[in-house]
C-alpha cells in the first residue's frame, strides 16, 4: 500500500512564510507587549536548527545519502489566565530546507493547545483541544530522531476536539454532568483517514447520600462515523454502589450494560459488572483501579501517582478499546511529570517551573512531545493492553527523568495496522520503548543532556512474512546556554541505528538558536 506525500506548499512559498512568520514576530512582539493584560499574554519566538546528517533518509549503508538541513521555526504561544477562559496553545510552523535538492523542503504546521472556557458562572464550560503533530507512519520503517531525517515515514496527525459541558450539585454532597463532546482526527496519509466522533453522556453522583455509603450512574453514547469504513455505535450504561471505608479508602462495586457494532454490522448487547477501588494514603500519592467484565474478556485501568520534595511519579495499566488518536493524547510525557511535579508551586511561579523541566538539549520546549510514540498508524479501533511509567528525579544540579511503554494491539474492527508500505494487514502488534534522559547543571545558565531511547515493534502475524521485527535506537548529547536573557543556544551530537526489517545507521551534528521576542 502506498501512501501519499504530505501537504506540502512549494519550496519558494515556504521560505517566504518562514520569513515572514519570523519578521511579523518580532515587529509585532513590541506592540503584543504593551497590550498585554495579566490574564492574557502572547509569547513570540523563533528557533532556527542547523543538522548535519550522513543519511537523510535514513536509508541502508549502501545507499545512505548525507545533507545539510536548515530548519527554520517561528512561534506563537497564547496564554489565557483569566477567570473566563484559561489555557494555552502554541501555534506556529517548521520549514526545512535540504542541501541536496529542494525536492525535500517541506513546511509542517505545528499547533498544540487546550483550554477551558466558562459561560455560565459555576455551572457551564466548553473545554477545547487541538494538535498538529507528526508521528511514524509504518511500525516497521525506519524513526529518526527529528522529523526531517527520514521524513518518508512521518505523516501529520491532526486532531480537534470540543466539549460542552454542563455541571451542577444536589443534596449535600450529590453532583450531576450532562456533556456533549465533539472530536475529529485526520491525517495526511490514507494510512489515517477522517474519524468523527460524537459522544453524549450523562452522569450522576452522590458519595455520602447514606453516610459512607453512595452511588453513581452514568451514560455513554457514541457514534463514529469513518471514511471508507462502517460507522461504528458505541452505548455503555453502569450504575454503582460505593462505599467510603474511610477518609483515605473508597470501594465501588460496577454493574452494568454494553452495546455496540465494532465487530459485527448488527449491534449486540452485553453485560458489564466489576469491582473500583480509590485509595489516597497522603496528599501527595493517588492509587486508583477498575476491574471489569466486558465483552472482549477482562478490561482494567490502574493508576498511580506521588509527588515528594525531589521525585514525581506517574504509572497506569490498562486494557480498553481505544484509537490512534485517543493514544496520542494519553502517553505519557516530560510535561506530564512536570505538571506533576509543579503542582505545589504558587501560581505566579508553576509555569516557569515547568518551562525548566521541560526545556531540552536543544533549546526546544518539548512539552508536546510524546516519548510513548504511536508505532505504526492504525484507521479503526482496537483492543490496547498499554504499561506506562514515568518517573523524574530532581535535584540542585542534575535531574534524570525515565518514561517507558508497553503497548500490545489487536484490531477489533479492520485488520489495517501500518507495517510497510506494501504490507498494512496485520492484527496484532507489539511496541515497546524507552527514554533516559540525564540533565546537569553545569552553570546557572548551562545545562548539558545525555539522552539514551530504545524501540522495539514486533508482530505474530503470518501476512508479514518474515520481517516481523524492527528495532530502533539512539543517543543524543548536548549543551544548551542561555547566550542573552531571550537567547538560547544549543550544540548536540546523535546516534541512531535500526536493526531488523528497518536496518540502517546514522550520525549527526545540529546546533539551534531560540529567539523568544
Not at 450532562?178 to 485526520?186: G, I, K, V
Not at 455496540?260 to 466489576?274: E, H, L, M, Q
Not at 477501588?277 to 466486558?294: H, M, Q, Y
Not at 488518536?325 to 505566579?348: F, G, I, R
Request: glycine residues 8%.
Amino acid at each position: 500500500m502506498t501512501t501519499p506525500a504530505s501537504r506540502a506548499m512549494p519550496a519558494t512559498s515556504v521560505r517566504r512564510l518562514a520569513l515572514l512568520c519570523a519578521a511579523l514576530g518580532a515587529v509585532a512582539s513590541p506592540a503584543i507587549a504593551q497590550q498585554q493584560v495579566r490574564e492574557f499574554a502572547v509569547v513570540p519566538s523563533v528557533m532556527v536548527t542547523e543538522t548535519l546528517t550522513d543519511n537523510a533518509r535514513l536509508s541502508r549503508s549502501s545507499a545512505a545519502e548525507s545533507d545539510w538541513i536548515t530548519q527554520i521555526r517561528p512561534m506563537l504561544r497564547f496564554e489565557a489566565t483569566g477567570y473566563r477562559v484559561k489555557g494555552a496553545m502554541d501555534v506556529g510552523v517548521n520549514s526545512s530546507f535540504y542541501g541536496n535538492g529542494s525536492q525535500h523542503d517541506s513546511n509542517q504546521l505545528l499547533l498544540n493547545g487546550n483550554g477551558k472556557l466558562t459561560w455560565w458562572d459555576n455551572h457551564g464550560f466548553l473545554d477545547l483541544m487541538a494538535s498538529v503533530s507528526r508521528q511514524p507512519t509504518y511500525a516497521f520503517r525506519p524513526i529518526g530522531g527529528d522529523t526531517v531525517t527520514g521524513a518518508s515515514n512521518w505523516s501529520e496527525v491532526r486532531t480537534i476536539s470540543m466539549s460542552p459541558n454542563i455541571k451542577g450539585r444536589f443534596a449535600n454532597t450529590g453532583t450531576v454532568e450532562a456533556r456533549f463532546t465533539a472530536n475529529q482526527s485526520d491525517s495526511s496519509t490514507t494510512v489515517l483517514n477522517r474519524l468523527q466522533t460524537n459522544v453524549w453522556s450523562v452522569s450522576a453522583t452522590d458519595p455520602r447520600a447514606f453516610g459512607n455509603l453512595g452511588w453513581s450512574m452514568s451514560l455513554n453514547d457514541s457514534h463514529t462515523s469513518r471514511t471508507n469504513n462502517r460507522d461504528v455505535d458505541h452505548r455503555t450504561f453502569r450504575a454503582s454502589a460505593l462505599w467510603a471505608v474511610d477518609p483515605q479508602l473508597s470501594l465501588r462495586l460496577i454493574g452494568g450494560t454494553e452495546t455496540n457494532n465494532y465487530s459485527t454490522v448488527d449491534n449486540k448487547t452485553t453485560t458489564i459488572y466489576g469491582l473500583g477501588a480509590d485509595w489516597t494514603p497522603t496528599p501527595l500519592t493517588k492509587i486508583s483501579g477498575t476491574i471489569e467484565d466486558r465483552f472482549f474478556g477482562t478490561g482494567f485501568n490502574l493508576t498511580a501517582e506521588h509527588r515528594g520534595p525531589q521525585v514525581a511519579f506517574q504509572g497506569s495499566y490498562s486494557k480498553d478499546i481505544t484509537t490512534t488518536s485517543q493514544n496520542m493524547t494519553s502517553a505519557v510525557t516530560l510535561l506530564d511529570l512536570a505538571k506533576l511535579y509543579c503542582a505545589s508551586e504558587p501560581a505566579a511561579t508553576r509555569d516557569a517551573c515547568i518551562r525548566r523541566l521541560t526545556l531540552t538539549s536543544t533549546g526546544a520546549d518539548a512539552s508536546s512531545a510524546l516519548i510513548g510514540l504511536q508505532s505504526g498508524l492504525a484507521n479503526g479501533f482496537y483492543l490496547d493492553r498499554r504499561l506506562q511509567l514515568g518517573v523524574t528525579f530532581i535535584g540542585r544540579r542534575n535531574s534524570l527523568s525515565v518514561i517507558a511503554f508497553n503497548s500490545n494491539r489487536t484490531t477489533i474492527t479492520e485488520r489495517d495496522f501500518a507495517v510497510t508500505e506494501d504490507i498494512t494487514t496485520t492484527s496484532n502488534l507489539r511496541t515497546t520503548g524507552a527514554t533516559v534522559s540525564l540533565q546537569h547543571k553545569m552553570t546557572p545558565i548551562t545545562t548539558a543532556t545525555g539522552t539514551y531511547t530504545l524501540m522495539r515493534s514486533h508482530t505474530d502475524s503470518t501476512s508479514v512474512g518474515g520481517a516481523s521485527d524492527a528495532r530502533n535506537r539512539m543517543i543524543t548529547a548536548g549543551v544548551s546556554t542561555r547566550l542573552t536573557p531571550r537567547t538560547t543556544g544549543a550544540l548536540n551530537v546523535r546516534n541512531s541505528q535500526g536493526g531488523g526489517i528497518a536496518s540502517y545507521s546514522e550520525n549527526a551534528l545540529y546546533g539551534s538558536l531560540l529567539f523568544q521576542f
